[in-house]
T-cell receptor, first 112, second 113 residues
Framework: SQQGEEDPQALSIQEGENATMNCSYK?????LQWYRQNSGRGLVHLIL?????REKHSGRLRVTLDTSKKSSSLLITASRAADTASYFC????????????FGTGTSLTVIP | ETGVTQSPTHLIKTRGQQVTLRCSSQ?????VSWYQQALGQGPQFIFQ???????GRGNFPPRFSGLQFPNYSSELNVNALELDDSALYLC????????????FGPGTRLTVL
């Protein structure tokens, strides 16, 4: 079963606009990560935020984490056509330590 | 490029058959995890191997088994294939079991007819 749920399931925006994706999870976590997947191939790690952090930036990416609401958001600023991909959040549960649980993903389309 | 490779890229099998998928991790990565990703879904954790021993397992039946070798390669074996086993199979490697970032291979697309 999936630990996380991304929202929305699909998002279509114009190049240059910002894209926001949300992730909700069910149980306590050690950290939360965001991955990108192009065309059903391998996943690429984007950014990690630990349970004691609230916000993190990496280039055009901004991630927030609200452990009280068990939710996270990924913001991609000034989107490009190359950002078109599926985005997944993954959680590392505190009681497993070594198992990563992925959400259902958000499919992002950036229109040139 | 993550330095993690998988073979074959695509595979077609018949229900009831057995299949072996292979993964080559980055040098120095002692941990490999395998995931199953059905179409339109997120990856689901199958199991993890650390220094050639199973180190955690998701909700998959025993007909899913694995091996990890000292040369940073690993295998996923699936016996008695079922139609629902059709999926993208991903391996991911990391330095240790507690390392946060996993490096994924490109995956093997398995189709069971």
């Amino acid at each position: 079963s999936q630990q996380g749920e991304e929202d929305p399931q699909a998002l279509s925006i114009q190049e240059g606009e910002n894209a926001t994706m949300n992730c909700s999870y069910k149980t306590s976590i050690n950290n939360l990560q965001w991955y990108r997947q192009n065309s059903g191939r391998g996943l690429v790690h984007l950014i990690l935020i630990r349970s004691n952090e609230r916000e993190k930036h990496s280039g055009r990416l901004r991630v927030t984490l609200d452990t009280s609401k068990k939710s996270s958001s990924l913001l991609i600023t000034a989107s490009r056509a190359a950002d078109t991909a599926s985005y997944f959040c993954a959680t590392d549960l505190t009681n497993t330590g070594n198992q990563f649980y992925f959400g259902t993903g958000t499919s992002l389309t950036v229109i040139p | 490029e993550t330095g993690v490779t998988q073979s074959p890229t695509h595979l077609i099998k018949t229900r009831g058959q057995q299949v072996t998928l292979r993964c080559s991790s980055q040098s120095g990565h002692n941990t490999v995890s395998w995931y199953q990703q059905a179409l339109g879904q997120g990856p689901q954790f199958i199991f993890q191997y650390y220094r050639e021993e199973e180190n955690g397992r998701g909700n998959f039946p025993p007909r899913f088994s694995g091996l990890q070798f000292p040369n940073y390669s690993s295998e996923l074996n699936v016996n008695a294939l079922e139609l629902d086993d059709s999926a993208l199979y991903l391996c991911a490697s990391s330095f240790t079991t507690s390392t946060d970032t996993q490096y994924f291979g490109p995956g093997t697309r398995l189709t069971v007819l």
